[in-house]
Each structure stands twice: as C-alpha cells, then as structure tokens.
C-alpha cells in the first residue's frame, strides 16, 4: 500500500555509481581511440591495443604504445614514442576535465528548440479564465462512488455551492487511493498530509468567497516526474526511488495557485519507458490483467479508476493517448512549448510535452488553462492564447473517437 514518504536525501545510489564508473571508462576508451584517429597514429588494432591499455591505467606511457606496437606488427622510434604519448595524455586530460564539470539532470542542452521564434511573452495571455459550459450545479450524488467518478466541471459546482467541501472529496480520493492501489499499482507516494493542508485553505477560501477557478480544491494527481519539495521524484527507476528534487515544477505551481489539491505522486514506466516500474507493473481499471501502456501510466489508470480528479502526464511518443486508450480516459497532448518543462523529467529536449488527464475532454481544456504558457525557466515554452469555452463555431468541425476493446463506449481522447 503507498504511504506518505518523507524527505530522503541523496540523488545516488551505489548501482548509479557503478553505471558511472563503467561509463566513464567506455569514454575513456572512446576519448583515446580519437585522439589517436586525430593524430593519424597507427592502425585501428593499434589504436584499440593502446586504449585498453590507457582504460585500465588512466593514463598513457611510451611503454603502453610500444607493447600496443607488438601486437599491432608496428615499429616506431623512441622519440615518436614519446611524441605520440604527450599528445594522447593532452586529450585524455582535457576530457577529464570535461568529465569533472557537474552536470544534473535538469541541465538543458545548450541549444534550444523554440517552436514559436520571434513570439514573445504576452501581457495580454492570462491563466485561470476559463469557465465550464454549464454553470447549473449538480445535485450531489446519493453514494461516493458516483461522486468519485464526476468530471472536473460538475465536482467543480458541487466545490463552488458547498454542496461537497474540499477536505471531504480529498479524504474519499485518499482512501480511494489506498484502497484500490494494491491492486493497480498506479500510486508511488501519497502526499497525505500536504493534500489535507490544501485543501483545507481551500475550503477557506471559498467559505470566504475567494474563488479561484474551477480547480480550486479539486483532488489531483501528478506523474511522478514533475518535482515537488519533500517527497521523493522517482521517474518509475529503482535508482531513483528515493530521490528528492527540492523544486517545485512550474506546472505543480501553476496547479497550486489554481487553487488544486496535490494528493499523490502517480506510477510511470522507468525513465517513461511503457508501464513497468520498480513497484510492478500498473494496471488497466477495465482488465486488472492487461497493463495500462504508459508511460503515464499511473495517470490514465488513477483517473479512470476514480481515484483523483484529474491527473497530468507527459508524452514523447504517445505517452498520453496510449495510456488515455487503454483505460478509457480522456487525455489532451498540447502542442510542443504550450506548457513549461521546468522541473520535470527530460526525455526529448525537443519533443517532450506535459498535458492533462481526465474524464471528459472539457476538463482537459479547464486544466490546460490553468498550466499553460511562458514562464521564464523552460527556453521553449511560450505564450499563446487559450479561450475556453472555445470562441470559434462548433459548426463544420471535426471530432474524433476511439473505442477501446478494454473500455466502454464512453472512451473518448484527442
């Protein structure tokens, strides 16, 4: 069962430390075998005998070439010896201190993919503006199952009449989240005592007319490769299990100031490779046998479980439809730069989006509104107006659907 997990320092592990190791080596190799290419100095069984050899040692001798001579079939003089072995040892002591130089994780390359050149940040692009299409509140469903399975639009009513209150949906998606992740294994970290903190400033709020937007205390999950201060970012890798990134991704700020109420960090496949991380393999809630593809994995699978109100994932290749498909959920894969990285596992520099999860497409574009946009930190995302609901005629348009063999009919996605 997922608990809360508090802060764990460190950001290695004695595996990660041996993958260095052997990494390092193999560019050593790699490093002495140009060097030696750039020179113009022997041949190819040369120049690989030298670089085991300068592997092994961490350095390189006239000694070392000689012995790589007699395997080669070559013969130089002492003085070219000693030439090449001054040359070889400048480029492994450059490397080295290319390799010396910190480099994290969220160290961006140093160029950038910028999907929209020359626009710059508007101060006419504002968040949190959108509005559901239907005002009527709801009247609160008899079981709490129902009321678990509610999209984002009519939770939001029943939130805004006090028809339901923010603690009390975030405690039956808790409980929710416990009771059923043993059997999914879509839940790497309850954020219990944090959810519990936000959502009771959010029913203060709103007893004190304070109205945020729709999301204002409305239960949500996070694909756990968005950072958040004090627990654990894992990316779905043993390695990183108990890793904590002492940041707060742009998109869980963004969530926060909308007023959401973070209760749990949600399942991906290691490194967002499919649905299998160190905890399992996450499951469809239509076919607990079948996966529920990925790698937001945990995202899809919370969401249509009724578990959270919403969830957001991150797609490279279909990391967001895939998952949205198998487990009947709606998912919205924004345009490349609509919504900032900042905080977040990098897969792709230049192909990586983050994107809402839920169970009707309208609440995709209310989460969309609250997340989008520019915001300094990501050099590729930008500012680009959003209006919802949408201010174009539905007239002529096109929808697509697809029917899951796992879900019912109601499965729609973009």
Known sequence: MPHETPSVPGRSSEATARNSNDIREGSTRRATLKALAA????????????????????????EMIKQAEWIAGLELTDEERKTAARSVQRSLDAFKTLR??????DVP??????PAPGLRPSEGVRRNQ???TEWQAPKRPDSDEALAFLPVTELSALLRTRQVSATELTTLYIDRLKR??????CVVTLTEALALKQAAKADAELAAGIYRGPLHGIPWGAKDLIAYPGYPTSWGATPFKDRVIDEKATVAARLEEA??????KLTLGALAQGDRWFGGMTRSPWDPR???SGSSAG????VAAGLVGFAIGSETLGSIVSPCKACGASGLRPTFGRVSRHGCMSLSWSMDKLGPIARSMEDCALVLDAIHGFDGLDPSAVDHPFAWPPEWPSAGSRWGTSRSPTAPSTNART
């Open 259 to 264: 007023g959401a109420v973070l209760v749990a």
């Open 130 to 132: 959108a509005s559901p």
């Open 299 to 302: 995202s899809a699978a919370s």
């Open 290 to 292: 079948r996966g529920s």
């Open 180 to 185: 059923f992740d043993p059997l999914l294994k």
């Open 100 to 105: 010396a130089v910190e480099v994290d994780y």
């Open 39 to 62: 020179l113009g100095i022997g041949t190819a069984t040369f120049r690989r005998a030298l670089a085991v050899q300068a592997d092994e040692a961490g350095k390189v001798s006239p």
């Open 109 to 114: 390359p140093a160029l950038s993919f910028v």
